[in-house]
């Protein structure tokens, strides 16, 4: 879970008037789900604990959803795989605070990427806040193995380097998901690993992952 504080130096009288009917800290939540749809359970979006943890967080971004979700005083954007029930994403804004967040539209890049802009009006700060939303399926599953086999596949890491790059510079971004990362018997970073990283972690933003 991450938390967005907003910036209490505001100099304008109406600028303050307007956030004061946000919260003062935006609470966010990255959660890999596995599966909207237990095979136990049933379905997650009418479990009253599931919702609860969703409902004590203005944003929530989840993986591995495999559905679309709606949750009740949320608006919920899903992105699914066009071509398989794996992955599955869904970024959930706070109603009340959904006109001050935008999705970004990240079709160009990747089916399991999505992006939304948060205003600078809601957090107080000087710029926008982009907020990232990835799922990196494991290098061993079956959908890996089978994009793997197209002409034109692209790693994960590097679609999200070319939506980075795609942002204006010095953008304030935050990145949560699920990227499956281990080394196995591998080293930790090979070279070209390290130079994607350094370029990835050159602006200004923090990230989280599962």
Not at 107 to 129: P, V, W
Request: net charge neutral; hydrophobic share 30%.
């Amino acid at each position: 879970m991450m938390m967005v504080k907003k910036n209490a130096n505001q100099s304008s009288a109406a600028t303050n008037k307007d956030l004061s009917r946000y919260p003062t800290n935006l609470e966010i939540l990255s959660w890999n789900v596995n599966d909207l749809a237990d095979r136990i359970m049933g379905s997650k979006a009418s479990d009253p604990d599931f919702l609860q943890i969703l409902a004590c967080n203005d944003i929530f971004c989840l993986q591995e959803t495999k559905k679309e979700l709606k949750v009740q005083n949320y608006r919920c954007f899903n992105k699914l795989r066009p071509d398989s029930r794996s992955g599955g994403l869904c970024i959930g804004i706070r109603q009340s605070l959904a006109n001050h967040i935008k999705i970004l539209d990240t079709s160009k890049f990747s089916h399991d990427i999505q992006a939304a802009r948060i205003s600078r009006k809601l957090t107080g700060h000087d710029e926008d806040i982009i907020i990232v939303n990835i799922y990196d399926s494991p290098e061993n599953s079956s959908y890996k193995i089978k994009m793997k086999e197209r002409e034109n596949y692209k790693e994960t890491l590097c679609q999200l380097e070319e939506f980075i790059s795609s942002l204006p510079p010095h953008s304030n971004i935050i990145i949560a998901g699920d990227f499956n990362a281990r080394t196995g018997s591998e080293s930790c970073i090979t070279h070209d690993e390290a130079d994607t990283i350094d370029r990835l972690t050159s602006g200004q933003f923090s990230s989280t992952s599962s």
